[in-house]
């Protein structure tokens, strides 16, 4: 089992960077693949970016490519989500997700991106972005 911590978030102004960090009991982290979801007031939670176990497969959401990056530290359990150039459509709750897929799964994009596949969630990290 894996408990997860969402950590980094805060008000921010159009044009900025921040990060957010995903931090992570359990000896089993390192086997898990990570995803970043968020969601805004009125609106359901959406795909943001993922890796894999190993941090070799990243996967990004369209709207984000480009300004955002995920990477992960086993060693230290943690899954840090470097967010730049901020707009106002970024605001929202960040939540970041944990899920062991079979090998034998090989598991794509799609996969990474759907909600329904994660088993653990931590509780959020809230992002504002003013003008």
């Known amino acids: 089992q894996v408990q997860l911590v969402e950590s980094g978030g805060k008000l921010v102004q159009t044009g900025d960077s921040l990060r957010l960090s995903c931090t992570a009991s359990g000896r089993t982290f390192s086997r898990y693949a990570i995803g970043w979801f968020r969601q805004a007031p009125g609106k359901e939670r959406e795909f943001v970016a993922a890796c894999s176990w190993s941090g070799g497969s990243t996967y990004y959401a369209d709207g984000v490519k480009g300004r955002f990056t995920i990477s992960r530290d086993n060693y230290k359990n943690t899954v840090a989500l470097q967010m730049n150039n901020l707009k106002f459509e970024d605001a929202a709750v960040y939540y970041c997700?944990?899920?062991?897929?079979?090998?034998?799964?090989?598991?794509?994009?799609?996969?990474?991106?759907?909600?329904?596949?994660?088993?653990?969630w931590g509780q959020g990290t809230q992002v504002t972005v003013s003008s």
């Open positions: 997700a944990a899920v062991m897929f079979d090998p034998e799964q090989r598991a794509n994009s799609a996969d990474y991106a759907d909600l329904k596949s994660y088993e653990y």
